[in-house]
């Protein structure tokens, strides 16, 4: 479904979300013709020129949303929308307009399938969409941003974390942190780690490998010893991964997990005494996910990309009024979606409403550095990695009043990847 964003009050504590609308995407047939723009392709006006109709209204900004809509990241692409919704209120001080021209965004479920995605991005850029976001999934992301290359479309990843989607092209950004970044945050909890045994547990998908990759690069470099244990991201019994996790006696156990397995994955680790006998760090994931972690609350040290009230920002404060306007609740990746706003306004206001010179689009936004939810943000220029800071965090209580507090906030410099050649 194409949504409008016709909000008619500004986002600082004007409740913006409360306008804006978008529902499931429509079903639409592929036209292989149309894939990589060929001359011929739907030409639905195009945005910084009048309507087809010669009325002389300006054309919209059109903006496709690939996303997980549904399955198994489904909850961090409803946090991941949301966000998208109050960032691109709070991005165009309310009026759903950049130089006129207003915003519509068409949602694509791609399930956090790599092939409803490319089907999806091909689709919408058959219909002549410059622009592209979303990407829940790391193996997403790193399907649709070749396809945004070989097309020359603008395409802002989401909350994928994989390090490869830092300099994969030059036509793809981020609007979320990358492994990196958690892998920096995670090593500053043990200090020197030269003679130290790592263990990473994580999924065997990109999300899970690009963990084991940052934390030999990170942790690895500094002297540690790095090893891993990989389940089957289809695995519901984890406790011979558990097991494993134990038996190699690590001083840190580095646990990289999402998704609706999360659970049984804490229980086994509870039912094999892990948090005993090692030190374990992992992600704190969204809210829903505190009561899981059950009595070992407590004893878990955790990294965090963001949750409700972690940054205490000005636009944080706009954020969360925008959503919770609008029924919603800021949770882990709603940032996400609020920066992939602001970054697309951005650059299709640097070019005066217009997404027709993707190349300007990206000049736009390289080395662009902006007031973020989480404080101040840039897009490195080289390689197009977002900086942005982190934080250490913990929970105290357990079950239902589990509630998390920033332990320590760590500077965008301080968890900085390493520039990235840029691929193409």
């Known amino acids: ?39 011929g392709c739907a030409k639905a006006g195009t945005a910084g020129t009048a309507s087809a109709d010669g009325g002389g209204a300006k054309s919209p900004v059109k903006v496709g949303l690939v996303y997980s809509k549904t399955g198994p990241l489904a909850a961090y692409g ?33 399930a956090g399938d790599q092939a409803k995605a490319v089907s999806a991005a091909k689709d919408l850029i058959g219909k002549g969409y410059k622009v ?91 002297g540690a010893t790095v090893d891993q244990v990989l389940a089957p991201p289809s695995a519901t019994e984890l406790t011979p991964f558990a097991t494993q996790a134990k038996t190699a006696k ?28 090692t030190k374990v760090v992992t992600g704190l994931d969204l809210a829903a996910s505190y009561p899981l972690f059950g009595p070992a609350a407590e004893k878990i040290s955790f990294l965090n990309h963001y949750f409700s009230g972690a940054a205490g920002t000005p636009v944080e404060k706009a954020m969360d009024e ?35 010179d993707t190349s300007a689009l990206v000049k736009a936004l390289e080395g662009w ?15 197009h990695a977002l900086l942005q800071p982190m934080f250490q965090a913990r929970l105290t209580g357990t079950g239902a009043a589990a509630k998390p507090s920033v332990e320590k906030a760590l500077t965008a410099d301080e968890v900085a990847p390493p520039v990235t050649p840029m691929a193409g």
Not at 11 to 22: D, N, V
Not at 370 to 383: M, P, S
């Open 132 to 222: 592209l976001a979303g990407s829940t999934a790391s193996g997403v992301a790193l399907q649709v941003g070749p396809i945004a290359a070989q097309n020359k479309v603008l395409f802002v990843s989401g909350p994928a974390a994989a390090d490869k989607v830092t300099g994969l092209n030059k036509y793809t950004f981020r609007s979320g942190r990358q492994s990196f970044q958690d892998i920096r945050t995670a090593a500053s909890f043990i200090g020197d780690a030269k003679g130290k045994k790592v263990t990473v547990l994580a999924q065997d998908n990109a999300f899970g490998q690009a963990n084991v990759a940052a934390v030999k690069a990170v942790l690895g470099a500094q």
């Open 369 to 383: 550095s902006f007031d973020g939810v989480k404080g101040r943000t840039t897009v490195r220029a080289e390689d």
């Open 250 to 277: 690590p001083d840190l156990l580095f646990v990289a997990w999402a998704g609706d397995s999360s659970s049984a994955l804490w229980t086994a680790l509870n039912q094999q005494d892990v948090f005993a006998d």
């Open 1 to 39: 479904m194409r949504s409008s964003t016709a909000p008619t009050r500004p986002a600082s504590g004007a409740r913006p979300g409360e306008t804006l609308t978008g529902g499931p995407a429509r079903k639409l047939a592929a036209v292989a013709a149309c894939v990589l723009l060929a001359a």
């Open 322 to 356: 925008a959503v919770t306007a609008a029924g919603g609740k800021t949770d882990i990746f709603t940032p996400d979606g609020f920066t992939a706003a602001q970054l697309i306004v951005h650059a299709v206001e640097a070019n005066h409403g217009s997404t027709d």
């Open 78 to 110: 409803k946090q991941y929308l949301e966000g998208f919704k109050a960032g691109l209120s709070y991005a165009t001080k309310g009026t759903g307009a950049v130089d006129g021209h207003k915003v519509e965004f068409e949602e694509q479920d791609d």
